[in-house]
Structure formats: C-alpha cells, structure tokens
C-alpha cells in the first residue's frame, strides 16, 4: 500500500514552509522561476510548492476577509451610534429654530 | 491521510494537506479552491530521500459531483448512514464522501461571508451617507440659529454674518431683508429695485417650491417637524402677503438653511 505523507506532517519541513510563505508574500503571485527554485529550496517538487502555495493564498484570503468583516462591523456599529445621536441634536436644534421663530 | 486500498475503479480525491479543496465541480467559485489534480503516478519525495508513489488522484466525474451537490443542498451536514449509502451509490468510498462534504462546507462558509460582507459593506455606506447629510443639515442649523439669535436677540447693531460658500450673496441682515422684501426701492445700495422687482415676478411659484424643499430635507431626519415648518411658512412670519423673494438664489436668505439646501439638491439633481 502506498501512503502519501503530507508535507504538513513534517515538522521541519512546515518551518520552512513558513519561512517561504512570508518570502512571497509581498507578492501573491509565483513567477515561474522564483517557483522552481524556492521549491528546490525545500526540496518539493515545483508543482507541489505551487499547491502548497495556493492553498495558503486561500486561506489568508479567508481570514483576511473575516478580519475585514469584524472591522466594518465595528464601525458600523459606531456609525450607527453616531448617527443616533446626530439625529436627537437634529431634532433639538430644528425645535430650536421653531421656537426662535 | 491513509489511502483506502489500491483499486484502480478507486477515484481519489484525498488532499494533499487539509486544506487542499477538490474542485472536481466547476462550481468551485474562487480560483483559490482548484484543487490540485495529478494525474498519473507521483513521486513525493519528502526530506529523508525516499521516494514514495502515490497512486493517482482522479477527478470525480460530473454525475458524481451533481449527486453530491444535490445531496448536498438538501443537508449540508453527513450522517453516518447517509453517508455510507451516498458511497455506495456513486461508487466511492464513505471517506471521500465525507471529505467532499467536509470541503464543499467550508466553501459554503466562505461564500456566505463574501455575501454577508458585500449585504455589510452597502448598509454601512449608506449609512455613512445619511449620517454626512445629516451632519450637514445640523451644521447649517446651528449656524442658522446663532444668526437667528444673534439678530433678534441680540445687540442692536447690524452685523452683517458672513455668508457660507453657497449663498454667495452678499450678506443682508434682518431688517435689510424686510425692507426688501417690503421695500422695492432700496436706499443703502446693497441690492437695487430692478433686481427686486424682477424677482418679485419670477419668485411667484419659489414659495411653493421652497417648501416643497424643505419638505425634503426635513423628511429624511424628521418627519414630525414637516407641518410645523410648512405652516410657518405659508403663514410667512414676517406677516406680509408678497411672497417672499428671499429664498431666491440672487437675494441672501433669511434662513440659509434653506438657501443651502436648495443648493444641495440642485447639486444632487
């Protein structure tokens, strides 16, 4: 029986991996080159690497967009607040300019 | 993950890692979730030098997928049973069945929050917009009444209070825009008589539409504020019969508020 072993599994090689995640993630995208020889550098196959890789996009992507989800819900939040309290001045201030006139 | 026998009839859609999603469905709605797929034997080659094959990972075919997909929609969530049926319905194994639910759930979660951010991202922005109108209404407002009271309460001197951006009129008091109203023939030179009596004939309807304006704005914050404010206006406070000219563009207002807001929907429109 032939078993795989996810490269995950391999603490060493996980460390690395990480250490080549944030080498590229200034830019998301793989040129061809920097693909072939960071996956030599970690001894992958290139089109292993470029797996490993866009799965990583994915899931930064996903917790990027759950990051970003939770901070417009606080703002939108106090936004809300906010737009509360602007109304009840608004309501005080045109009262205001009734009884003026 | 262990593979499950080595049959050739086997179509595997074991990941890689956790994380890899298959995307033997074309549905799969972000580029991000391909899945890798390899065909024909592969060598993995980890640290330690061995060389190890794996067998080939096929796609799910298209009949496989829509029977999952289906089942899918009806209950996102695998018994056990269920499970073991759908498996042998399609011919697969119960793991790759549960690991298709697995995946096809986390892409599910993931297209939910894309929609529930995009339903977030509108309503905030269009609450912001209120709420900047809103801030611009009060303003005006403030300044209204600081003007108001200044002038009526206030000293006896007129101050003239310099005109906001939009009413590039000159600045009028109280008393001027009375006597203009009241008084065509103007004395201090600030507005002449022929641009009086031309508004007196062009500004029959701009009572009418003034209210009508302020109708607008005063809807959006407060609606309860509406007949006050209209009936005040047709009573027209300075109790005389003309209609009033000042809420023309060429003369300066009594109430910039509504000088301003007049602009502000000419802007808008």
């Known amino acids: 029986m032939s078993t795989f072993t996810s490269p995950r599994r391999n603490g060493g090689s996980r460390v690395i991996k990480f250490g080549s995640w944030r080498k590229v993630e200034s830019d998301n995208k793989l040129e061809p080159e920097r693909k072939i020889l960071l996956a030599k550098e970690l001894g992958l196959q290139p089109r292993h690497f470029a797996i490993w890789f866009q799965n990583r996009r994915a899931r930064w992507k996903n917790k990027q967009l759950e990051k970003d989800y939770d901070d417009l819900q606080e703002s939108y939040n106090k936004l809300k607040v906010n737009y509360e309290n602007l109304l009840k001045e608004d309501e005080k201030l045109k009262s205001e300019v009734i009884s003026i006139l | ?269």
């Open chain 2, 1 to 269: 993950m262990k593979r499950h026998g080595s049959s050739d009839s086997i179509v595997g859609l074991l990941p890689m890692c956790q994380t890899l999603e298959e995307s033997s469905s074309p549905v799969g709605y972000t580029r991000d979730f391909q899945s890798m797929l390899m065909d024909g034997l592969e060598e993995d080659c980890v640290g330690g030098g061995e060389c190890v094959q794996i067998e080939k990972k096929r796609r799910l075919s298209a009949n496989q997928v829509k029977a999952l997909e289906k089942n899918f929609e009806m209950e996102n969530k695998l018994e056990p049973d269920r499970k073991i049926k759908l498996a042998q319905e399609l011919g697969l194994q119960p793991r790759q069945v549960a690991v298709w639910f697995q995946n096809r759930r986390a892409r599910w979660k993931t297209k939910q929050l894309e929609r529930d951010y995009g339903v977030l991202k509108s309503n905030y922005d269009s609450l912001k917009d209120n709420y900047d109108s809103l801030k611009q209404d009060n303003e005006s407002l403030l300044k209204q009444i600081k003007e108001l009271k200044s002038k009526l309460y206030g000293d006896d001197e007129q101050s003239n209070v310099p005109m906001q951006e939009q009413c590039e009129d000159k600045p009028k008091s109280l008393e001027n825009m009375i006597e203009t109203t009241y008084f065509p023939d103007f004395k201090d030179g600030s507005s002449d008589s022929d641009s009086s009596a031309i508004m007196n004939e062009e500004n029959s309807g701009a009572m009418a539409d003034m209210i009508k304006d302020s109708r607008a704005i005063m809807g959006d914050a407060q609606k309860a504020y509406q007949p006050q404010f209209v009936k005040l206006e047709e009573h027209n406070f300075f109790g005389g019969d003309e209609s009033c000219n000042f809420f023309s563009d060429d003369q300066a207002p009594t109430l910039q508020w509504y000088c301003q807001d007049q602009w502000n929907l000419s802007e808008e429109n």
